[in-house]
């Protein structure tokens, strides 16, 4: 009971950072159909501007300085959307992936200039500093507060896609983009928006979980390979997808180190793998041709 | 068949190499003759004869370490070291009257790149000794450059017990406690207030340092006869992000203390998470916490647990002036790094001056056996493995910020363990 | 065809003799001259341009980008290097083997990978060179986990003096591009070819599209794990980072900077970004900053790569001496003017801009 206890709030916390990262992720390539590898730079951005925002001793103000990295993040990522991506819409996948590639050398040398090389810290703001016990179990309350986070984003998406116009018309531009862009609407404009926002959730991603880890360069490389993974298991453009892709990694991860720790770190990607030879799609995304 | 469309491509290409061969034979050519200061390489080995030292010029050193990515930080401090250790030598004039210049690199962590960066600096810029990388595994790709070149090696950072085969290469130093040392100077303390039987719990980075430094610990306490029991060992990838399942396997095991061979960020990670579980509750995180680590951890630094550290710039009167100095340059404290990587060069520079010569095989004769004053004291350089009689230091983690630097450093007096105690007997360590 | 068919025989002469021997003497021209860092840096620029070619074999030809490349030569370096660790054979033996090793796991790997289409498929095979990055790392005690295997002797003696490995990897390199450009030329090819441009109805024709992938995914990889025993000769080490992502990102980047329409457009690319790389990683310390702009650059003005750039105009000149020299009368659908169109662009351009049709 203790271990199941502390295995899923751990399980929970780890899927929930995750789901905010890919998010982000997914929801750019389900507007544009762009692999967006600097995903994990904004990410690691976002990390280092809260450290910048509150210094190395939070408190409250830190659930100030995560909105406002998020949207910092987000003006970046529509920088980068009307500077870049806008003129690579037509191009091939590869053509898109080596040019975010490119954008990720870019930022990884411009974060060493800006934050320098030493690794950074937050503590936990309050009042999520101590630990919480429950049936012997004790676990950081942080985790409850990422998780929280993680839940709130994800009911957030799901309203705003499928109750808001700005919603609707960013699941248009997916499914029949001449015909949206017949209706009148800017479609350039939307895509911007797109961008930003899932920049601003990669910000907000490791402004959340920056209390929880250190800081440092190389981070941004690390997070992108775990959110590719979330997002192609649950589906590339699907919310709900990613929920799902998020928890499986957590569990898989958690119990892989628990009875194969040798073998903890090829766990997620033979389930990855089994996934795609099974669902090639992924488990909700939508079948391609 | 219509194929042929690929063919005035494929004359084209077979053209545009020949011409960019061509370019590259030129541009390596005029590289060669713009050099100046030095004399030029003999076709075969590419290291200059300067028998006959005369004053004037320059001669060029080199350091190929890593500047990017998550362990940028150990790098770059100890690439600030050795350049303010030239820095000072050409203050004084140079060495053998030369000036002395330093080229350097990023090897972006990739033995390949780090391998073909010594080799170029070696041909083309022609140094005459290298300075280390970081990593234990772009340091074994540089030192078969430079052992192929002869020209010497100082490691002053990554510290594989490998790098010296046993005192087999002619050609390499090493300014850091080997991991050997370090783990056997840890337990030396430790000893001390271990006392009974008491459970330990092992957590390192899966490669051969992480591996190699946790069965040292375990050697050690052997050889000690520590009464205690291993509870759990963890072995996450380097640079892991995510370690919580690793982590709440130690915390489970509830170990009184924990080995941990991590350094860097990776341990700023490990001690955050490890402090949100409540480990260091009751149990001890041995680990490298230097003061880099220290003072990026802040108020989650873990009071009572204890740090070993290869150079502790607080620690050691002997260094004089030099912290503040290098702080005035270079806008932060010395890292151990910084403090090997100035050491490093002065042996170097040392060995020339004894040898009256920039040979590299006179160097590093005269460097075995060797005693040479450097700002940490005079150090001996073993003749048997060529590695530096430098001592570890290890201390208790204080409970509240030293007046003088604003960060939890450790409580005094620090253990500074002798070289003669952590050493292993000579030609046993490969 | 049967008026003009001189023209192609000459044609062909010129690019089935002239070309390889040219390279040939070329190389070997290279390596007397060269200073013995730059012969070093060919040879390994060599042994990237098999394995870009082999990688083009997909990308160029077949219309796959596979992000999983670096599992076959990371595989073809950790045969040699675990050889030579557990003493299971000699070098040569390993090196034999090593393109029979590259071709099995391509042919396990793109049985699986290639039930999935276009970006599924660079993922799944991303998703399998992760899990053997990850494999060689977590069995430390079989592989030196992330240390990875560094000695000389690993590779015989008589290879690891620096002209004579370069001389053996230039053979090797040869060889592997002429039976890669037959391959590339063989009806096997040109099938290959018809499958990228319209893969329906290469199926309607009754060609089967998965059988004629695989064995371009086999050939692939079998060439890139020899590459990767080609990376031993030259760097005599393997550690895991042959087998990471972005080490599966660099021949597909030689590819686009070469262009990846010409056959040598690899080869050339893998020039190209190899002394690039050392130049700028050499010269600044900023190299990822350098690095990062000119691949942006590349891609948003050039994306049909240096290929491209020279074919409006160098390639027209160029291309009407070679036919003077093999005398004169290419047909004129041959005119460099009709291969201009990239293929794959053909289709893509037709979007409205912001569409993104997958």
Known sequence: MHAFVVDLVSTLSTAGYLFIVSAGLTLVFGAMRVINLAHGSFYMYGAFLVTTLVGASSGARFWWAVPACAVAIGAVGAVVELGVMRRLYRSEHLTQLLATFGLLLIFADLALRLWGTGARTVSSPSPFQGRITIAGATFPSYDIAITVVAVLVGVGLWAMLTRTVVGWRIRAVVSDPEALAATGTNTHLLLTVVFALGAGLAGLAGAIVAPQTSIAPGIDQAIIVSAFIVTVIGGLGSIAGTALGAVLIGVAQTLGTRYAPNWASTVIYVVLIAVLAVRPWGLLGAAER | MTVPTLKPRLLAATAVTAALALAVTACSSSAKSTSPGTTSPSASSGSPSSSAPS??????????????????????????????????????????????????????????????????????????????????????????????????????TSNDMGLMR??????????????????????????????????????????????????????????????????????????????????????????????????????????????????????????MYDYNVLAALGSTTPAGSIGFDRAPFWAMPELGNFPQTFKAKYGDYPSEWAIMGYTAVQGWAWAVEKANSFSPSAVASALAGATVPTIRGNLTIQACDHQAEIPEYVGTIAAQPDPRYGVRLWNQPVFSAPFSDINPPCGASS | MTTTSAGPRRALVVRSVVVPVVLVAALLLLGHTLSITNVLTLEEVLGLAVFAAATNLLLGYGGLVSFGQAAFYGSGAYLVGLSWLHHWMPFWAAFVLTPVAGGVIALAMGAIALRTRRLYFALLTLAFSELFFQLVNVRYDFTKGATGIFSVSMIPASLASPRTGYYFTAGVACVSLLILWKVTVSPFGLVLRATRENRERAEALGVSVYRHQLLAFVISGAFCSLAGALFVVWGQSTYPDLLNWTTSGQPLFMAVIGGMFAFLGPAVGALLYQFGYQYVTQHSHDWQLILGAALLLVVLFRPDGLAGVVSRQTWARLSRFARRAGRRGLPPEREPAAMETPIDGAGEAARVPGSPTP
Do not use: W
């Open chain 2, 166 to 287: 046993g005192g087999a290469n002619k050609y390499a130093f090493q300014f850091v406690p080997n991991t050997t040392m370090e783990p056997s100077a840890v337990a030396d303390y430790f000893v001390k207030q271990a006392h009974g039987p008491i459970t330990i719990a092992t957590f390192a980075p899966d490669y051969s340092f992480g591996h190699d430094t946790v069965s040292g610990f375990i050697a050690a306490l052997q050889r000690l006869h520590v009464n205690y029991r291993l509870v759990a060992q963890e072995f996450p990838p380097l640079s892991a992000t995510n370690i919580t399942s690793y982590l709440t396997a130690i915390v489970d095991s509830h170990p009184d203390y924990v080995f941990n061979a991590q350094f860097g960020s990776d341990l700023v990670n490990f001690t955050k998470q490890a402090s949100s579980f409540g480990l260091f509750q009751k149990t001890k995180v041995i680990a």
């Open chain 2, 55 to 156: 004053s004037g010029g320059s001669v060029t050193v080199g350091d190929s370490t890593t500047l990017s990515g998550a362990i940028a930080q150990l790098g770059q401090t100890g690439l600030d070291g050795v350049k303010m250790a030239i820095a000072d030598l050409n203050a004084k004039g140079g060495v053998l009257g030369k000036t002395v210049k330093l080229v350097s690199a990023d090897d972006n962590i990739t033995p390949a790149t780090g391998a073909t960066e010594v080799r170029t600096m070696i041909t083309q810029d022609h140094a005459i000794a290298m300075f280390g990388p970081v990593s234990s595994a772009v340091a074994a790709a540089q030192e078969q450059v430079t052992n192929q070149y002869s020209i010497p090696m100082f490691f002053y």
